[in-house]
């Protein structure tokens, strides 16, 4: 069964930060692994998404990156603002039947003007 | 949510009660899904869809059914609510299927219910 665990659980950064998010799984036969972000009471938006064969994708202030091999995945948010806060999800999508994607607690964000 | 709405947004209910929620989307996506969000677990896959009257069973099906009549709407349906059900509730679609590694999940807003 697949595992994905997000570290640190919740940040505090202040503003003009560089950071970076973990996300960690534990069985790499993945399709693709996706980064997620989910503002308090709302649905979850996709940020970036990154396939297997891929290394990583980037996306305006935002560069995520895949090492299949030993299962971790780094999202990395350039000079940090304070609409940055939120949570940030990563979710791996696997071939097991009736999973799909599985998701990691998430880190929750906090930049500080 | 780009085309894609979820109804009720907020329900209370009693125990035992039947609940229906609805996920209905405008942008024809083949794949459909529903999620439950709960601290100390994330989310986590109810069922899903991939095409009209096509669903199968997900990680936490267990009280729960869902039919898919046409492509736009994917009902949830709690048969006797239970008060492990009290949860938020996702519902989210995709044009691709998993195997295609490009599945780009688009979430709805989410309904949230509590079962007294």
């Known amino acids: 069964k697949q595992e994905v665990t997000q570290i640190p659980a919740a940040l505090s950064v202040p503003e003009g930060e560089n950071l970076v998010l973990n996300c960690s799984f534990t069985?790499?036969?993945?399709?693709?692994l996706q980064w997620f972000r989910q503002d308090p009471g709302k649905g979850l938006t996709s940020l970036l998404l990154?396939?297997?064969?891929?290394r990583e994708q980037t996306s305006g202030r935002l560069n995520a990156s895949l090492d299949k091999s030993s299962g971790r995945s780094t999202l990395y948010i350039a000079a940090s603002q304070p609409g940055d806060s939120a949570t940030y999800l990563c979710?791996?999508?696997?071939?097991?039947?009736?999973?799909?994607?599985?998701f990691g607690g998430g880190t929750r964000l906090m930049v500080k003007p | 949510d780009a085309g894609i709405t979820q109804s009720p947004r907020h329900k209370v209910t009693e125990t035992g009660t039947p609940v229906t929620l609805r996920c209905h989307q405008t942008?024809?996506?083949?794949?459909m899904y529903w999620y439950r969000q709960d601290p100390g677990h994330g989310l986590r896959l109810i069922h899903y869809?991939?095409?009209?009257?096509?669903?199968d069973k997900g990680e936490v099906s267990d009280g729960y059914s869902v039919s898919r009549s046409k492509t736009e709407d994917f009902l949830l349906t709690l048969e006797s609510a239970t008060s492990s059900q009290t949860s938020v509730y996702f519902c989210?679609?995709?044009?691709?299927?998993?195997?295609?590694?490009?599945?780009?999940?688009?979430f709805g807003a989410g309904s949230r219910l509590t079962v007294l």
């Open positions: 989210a679609i995709s044009d691709l299927g998993p195997d295609s590694g490009a599945n780009v999940l688009t």
């Open positions: 069985d790499s036969a993945i399709y693709n």
């Open positions: 990154i396939q297997s064969s891929q």
């Open positions: 979710a791996v999508c696997t071939p097991y039947a009736g999973n799909m994607l599985t």
């Open positions: 942008e024809n996506h083949r794949y």
């Open positions: 869809s991939y095409g009209v009257k096509d669903t």
